[in-house]
Nanobody, 120 residues
């Protein structure tokens, strides 16, 4: 599975962005999809994930109620809708795919990052 993340940009605090993760290859619908982020000088951290079985969703406490993860298997694409953005959401955002992993970093496939900058 090859992944391409897009949709990052510069937004003011309180604004919204929608990130997309487009996948190529077979069986996108059989992979969990996760979003992670890495701020300058910090470790990569989990943001959200959606399972391939039942579409169960998982969120980091820091984004619950503000971010929504979704997927469209017909389009081989996953999304991360980010609302009420805060300066501390500034980071490079990565999408990842794996058959098993959800909230950990143990994903087999990673896309390149897309930069989200939230100004105060």
């Amino acid at each position: 599975v090859q992944l391409q993340a897009s949709g990052g940009g510069l937004v003011q605090a309180g604004g919204s962005l929608r990130l997309s993760c487009a996948a190529s290859g077979r069986a996108f619908g059989s992979y969990n999809i996760g979003w992670f982020r890495q701020a300058p000088g910090k470790e990569r951290e989990f943001v959200a994930a959606i399972s391939w079985i039942g579409g169960r969703t998982y969120y980091a406490d820091s984004v619950k109620g503000r971010f929504t993860i979704s997927r469209d298997n017909a389009k081989n694409t996953a999304y991360l809708q980010m609302n009420s953005l805060k300066p501390e959401d500034t980071a490079v955002y990565y999408c990842a795919a794996d058959r098993v992993a959800t909230m950990t970093l143990e994903y087999n496939y990673w896309g390149q990052g897309t930069l989200v900058t939230v100004s105060s």
